[in-house]
């Protein structure tokens, strides 16, 4: 436990930030519809019961592995009230979950200032299986219909870390450092805040590569500004 809550103030921004990368190219944290991580566009029929994963995908500087990460899932539709939730759930043994991954209310900051997004501290380094970690899933019951809902990774709101606060990231395992690292950056750098995944729910338009793209390396000096 003694090193779980070290790896959670790290986090908390205790660690020294760190970008191994010239841009964001350190792996994401996507949405599923399927335990095996590979359908980013999710059908979910009103009147059934429904289990979304969240899966990391291990890259560049997290190729090692991780001990952590923090981040958000913000649905372009409000659907808290069309299913029955249950808590999120790890299966990595001895988690320490701050939080919860779904903001259902896009483009509007908690109410009464409460935070929007989880940490994840793990006990051990966390290598997955061919260079992907399932963090956790959340079950429920779909009571109505969903239409054309787009969930994208972004940042904590308000992140933790104010060094690396505009993006979704993680924690290596390099103790006791834990250096922090942008997750991938797909879109927004040049303008609002960095997006790093999507997937869609019930959503026709939604590709189905499930892999976000780098940003430009020319746009990376306008990612740095966001730090400042």
Request: net charge neutral; with cysteine; charged share 10%.
């Amino acid at each position: 436990m003694k090193k779980i809550l070290t790896v959670a103030a790290t986090t908390l921004c205790l660690a020294s930030a760190a970008l191994a990368q010239p841009y964001p190219s350190n792996g994401f944290v996507g949405l599923y519809g399927d335990a095996a991580g590979t359908q980013c566009c999710i059908n979910a029929p009103a009147g059934a019961p429904a289990t979304f994963y969240l899966w990391a995908t291990l890259g560049g500087a997290t190729a090692a592995g991780i001990s952590g990460a923090e981040f958000r899932m913000e649905f372009s539709q409000n659907i808290s009230a069309l299913g029955f939730f249950q808590a999120f759930s790890s299966p990595v043994p001895n988690t320490l979950i701050l939080g919860t991954p779904f903001d259902y209310t896009a483009g509007v900051d908690g109410a009464g200032g409460a935070a929007e997004g989880m940490n994840l501290a793990f006990q051990e380094c966390q290598t997955g299986t061919s260079g992907r970690v399932l963090l956790g899933s959340v079950a429920g019951f779909i009571s109505g219909a969903i239409s054309n809902c787009e969930v994208t990774t972004r940042r904590r709101n308000p992140p933790n870390n104010l060094i690396l606060g505009d993006c979704p990231l993680f924690t290596l395992c390099d103790a006791p450092t834990f250096t922090l690292v942008c997750t991938t950056i797909s879109t927004g750098v040049n303008g609002g805040e960095t997006i790093a995944f999507r997937s869609g729910i019930n959503q026709a338009a939604c590709s189905s590569s499930c892999t976000p793209v780098g940003v430009e390396q020319k746009t990376w000096s306008g990612m740095k500004s966001l730090f400042r």
